[in-house]
């Protein structure tokens, strides 16, 4: 264990926020004061650090139970406003995969496809209070007999809606490039033939896994704004790794950590949870998630003092190389240069564009420090880190 | 001088007459032709940059509406949503004019209607869909 001069317990932060005298303030604003004070300084004075990301999730959805009928019925099949949802659980609970898409939907028979409905536009329908048609299938048994129905579901009816995003809030990730000689849609937007144009998709120095990189202070059980509400995180996400190569600084140099966030449809709000049709490519689901990071110590300071400049991330070629599983990067750029709209490749200036809402993140990381500056919001302790999770480090 | 963008929308019966023309030859105005969708015997649309003498302008929009033509500025005919917009950027990646830029620092995605020329192409590049062209559903 390093020995530290700050040290803080997560009890001592929250009875500060029952006290209303704790000192939160967001990531960007985190930048300067550790730069002016010093880490150790900054740590006394300060005791949350807000984060904050906003962009498109593919592996998101929500968990149904949609209520027993007269008579009963165990769902064997399941469409939602013509979008199938997985039905291989108990009779009603059905789960609603935000990537979805209706058996109908041309896909990229007529290239490039457009993807105008899908599972994430039927949870921002249930969010906006719009009634859902469900209609669903079962083969019957004794004691659920029922084999078809087609009724409406409207949010605050259904017994339970959990949104449960197997994966999100990527720690870092790639910049894309197109090198082929033709315009190709991908999650990562339109990329222009020949190198014209570079999007990449974090919020950078605001994004919750960039603020805590070893994940000291995230884990199962850490209470964070999902949606529009408190939500948890609920265990790593998939694909989560911490063995990746890193800066000094901590911060991974491709993609690495991810969350698995579970919390309450019925408390979200459709501001932060908004359907996505990304041309070509399919449907998805822009989710807004904010970590608060508790400043235990010194090294917390420090790592969530982290700005763009420190941060770096891959060029990856979505033309070729990623299709074909080629792992290689093209290059490494910092978020700054990312942000500031130009980077350099080959010789040649690439114009960049982003992918995901830094005003809209940094906008979540106000909100949560206000929620935990009006005593709102308490820190959740997680009852293990990721890290203790994938490495089996005792509890 | 003013200068402006202006969706022209020719009927079946106006689509082959030398209207643009006499907007040059009488009243003295230069275009830059945007956009034309223009189909034999059926109804065509024209985006035009108009620039000359404000009178004449009016002039010319005024012989325009008396030959059928219905017009209106562009703007009317893009717009992009702004409680919906959540400031993503995918738009501004295919804009081919720079109307829809990055602000920076603030990330911010602003829309300049006045740079705009009516190609559509962020219409269905934006994922949340907050965009709406009018031009080629009302040609
Ligand atoms: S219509 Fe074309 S020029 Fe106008 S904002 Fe959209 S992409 Fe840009
Ligand atoms: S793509 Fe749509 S939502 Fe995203 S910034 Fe552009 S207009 Fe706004």
New binding site residues.
């Given amino acids: 264990m390093a020995s530290f001069k700050v040290r803080k317990t997560y009890q001592e932060i929250n009875e500060k926020i029952k006290k209303g005298n704790v000192v939160v303030v967001n990531a960007e604003e985190m930048i300067d004061i550790v730069e002016e004070k010093g880490a150790v300084k900054a740590a006394q004075e300060i005791d949350v650090v807000t984060t904050g990301t906003f962009g498109a999730m593919c592996s998101s959805g929500a968990l149904l139970n949609v209520g027993h009928t007269t008579p009963k019925m165990k769902i064997s099949r399941a469409k939602l406003n013509g979008v199938p949802a997985y039905c291989g659980l108990a009779a009603v609970d059905i789960y609603i995969g935000a990537s979805e898409l209706p058996d109908e939907d041309p896909r990229n028979t007529v290239y490039p496809g457009e993807f105008r409905y899908g599972g994430a536009h039927v949870i921002q329908d249930l969010l906006l209070g719009k009634p859902v048609v469900m209609e669903a299938w079962a083969y019957g048994t004794d004691c659920y007999p029922r084999k078809y129905i087609k009724k409406d579901l409207v949010l605050h009816e259904l017994r339970n809606a959990i949104l449960l995003n197997p994966r999100n809030a990527y720690q870092n990730y790639n910049c894309a490039v197109n090198s082929t000689s033709r315009t190709i849609y991908t999650y990562m937007g339109t990329l222009k033939p020949h190198f014209g144009n570079a999007t990449y998709s974090t919020a950078g120095q605001i994004s919750p896994l960039m603020n805590d990189p070893y994940f000291r202070t995230i884990g199962v059980g850490t209470r964070i704004f999902l949606g529009g509400t408190q939500g948890y995180v609920a265990f790593y996400g998939t694909q989560h790794t911490s063995d990746v190569p890193r800066m000094p600084n901590g911060i991974p140099t491709e993609g690495a950590g991810t969350l698995c966030v579970i919390g309450d449809l019925k408390q979200m709000d459709a501001r932060w949870v908004v359907a996505a049709s990304i041309q070509g490519y399919g449907v998805s689901m822009y989710v807004g998630i904010g970590v608060p990071i508790p400043i235990l110590n010194e090294e917390m300071a420090r790592f969530t003092a982290v700005k763009d400049a420190d941060i770096v991330t891959q060029i990856i070629d979505y033309g070729s190389d990623y299709p074909q599983a080629i792992n290689r990067s093209l290059g490494t750029v910092t978020y700054r240069d990312l942000k500031n709209g130009m980077i350099r490749l080959n010789g040649k200036e690439v114009p960049v564009t982003p992918m995901a ?1 830094y005003p809209r993140a940094l906008e979540i990381s106000n909100i949560l420090k206000e929620e935990i500056r009006k005593g709102r919001f308490y820190l959740g302790e997680p009852q293990a880190t990721l890290t203790q999770l994938t490495t089996g480090e005792r509890v | 001088m003013i200068k402006k963008r202006m969706v022209l929308r020719f009927s079946k019966k106006t689509w082959n007459q030398p209207i643009v023309y006499r907007l040059v030859k009488e009243f003295d105005l230069a275009f830059n032709i945007l956009k034309a969708s223009v189909f034999p015997k059926e109804a065509s649309l024209m985006v035009l940059e108009i620039s000359g003498e404000e009178a004449e302008f009016d002039r010319g929009m005024a012989y325009l509406e008396s030959h059928g033509v219905i017009y209106e500025p562009l703007e009317a005919n893009i717009k ?1 949503d702004e409680d ?9 990646s295919v804009c081919p004019t720079g109307a ?1 830029a990055i602000q920076r620092p603030e990330m911010y ?1 602003t ?1 300049d209607t006045g740079k705009c020329s009516g190609c559509e192409l ?1 219409v269905k ?7 709406t062209a009018t031009l080629s559903s009302r040609v």
């Fill in positions: 809402s | 992009k919906r917009c959540v400031h993503c950027g995918a738009c501004a829809l995605v829309f962020c590049a934006c994922p949340p869909r907050v965009i």
